[in-house]
């Protein structure tokens, strides 16, 4: 099942992308322009994508326009595979977006979280 996304907040100025599902943060991972929120199950609970129109290749103004956004995260052992699907009012635009990401959460078995904002 889907847990919904609680925050999404673009700031147009400074071109910061955050989305967050509103758990409790453990910790904080950076990787280059992407910090990853991680709860207390070692779980991703939120992102924070630093440059985000260049680091999505996503320009500014349709960035603030998210209609909504689906982010998908696949755990394998030893690594994570996220990936976001984002919707957009002007156009009726659709991206898919991959972020490929190894990162060892502590997963000795692999399983699939779906956040989702409507």
């Not at 910090?35 to 320009?59: K, P, R, T, W």
């Not at 009726?92 to 490929?100: G, L, Y």
């Amino acid at each position: 099942m889907a847990k919904q996304i609680k925050t999404i907040d673009y700031d147009l100025e400074e071109d910061i992308l955050f989305i967050s599902n509103g758990e409790k943060v453990k910790a904080s991972l950076d990787i280059g322009d992407f910090i990853l929120d991680v709860n207390h199950n070692n779980l991703i609970c939120g992102i924070e994508i630093m440059d985000a129109s260049v680091n999505l290749g996503i320009d500014k103004e349709t960035l603030n326009e998210i209609k909504s956004i689906k982010m998908s995260v696949t755990y394998k052992t030893n690594h994570a595979y996220l990936l976001l699907m984002l919707s957009f009012k002007k156009g009726h635009k659709e991206v898919n977006m991959p972020i490929p990401l190894t990162i060892n959460l502590g997963h000795k078995t692999p399983r699939k979280d779906v956040l989702v904002y409507n």
